[in-house]
């Protein structure tokens, strides 16, 4: 597994909050991994984000968020191909600049993954799209 420094370590565990703070809590009970809390796990996988609906133990729902440093073919080797894996659908979200590549290592490895992507725009705002389309 890739090392982050801290400012990317910052950005990544700010994206969680983010994807944790707008999903519906009404509808998902939302748990998340932010750092290196391994705090919820499925099948032993402590992936960053897993969501499940309301009152249910059943995941739903497994989002991987991954910093410019961490789209590499080891991250998809050690932890991508595991998550894939695991019940529920398998987000993973990447910044906006690193979609090419981590489409070309899923396909790569045959990894089961839909992508997404975050941006941080001025005043650094955060904002992720969770299935980015081909022609983007």
């Not at 045959?110 to 650094?124: D, L, N, P, R, W």
């Amino acid at each position: 597994m890739e090392k982050r420094d801290l400012s990317t370590q910052g950005l990544h565990d700010r994206v969680i909050s983010y994807i944790e703070s707008h999903l519906r809590k009404d509808k998902y009970d939302i748990y998340t991994n932010p750092g290196t809390e391994k705090k919820w796990s499925v099948r032993g996988e402590f992936p960053d984000v897993l969501v499940a609906p309301k009152g249910e133990t059943k995941v739903h729902f497994v989002l991987e968020v991954e910093t410019s440093s961490t789209v590499t073919p080891e991250e998809a080797r050690d932890q991508w191909k595991a998550y894939s894996g695991l019940p529920g659908k398998f987000y993973l979200i990447v910044p906006f600049d690193d979609l090419p590549l981590a489409r070309q290592i899923i396909a790569g490895q045959g990894i089961e993954a839909t992508v997404g992507y975050f941006e941080v725009g001025q005043k650094g705002l955060i904002t992720v799209k969770y299935n980015a389309n081909e022609s983007e």
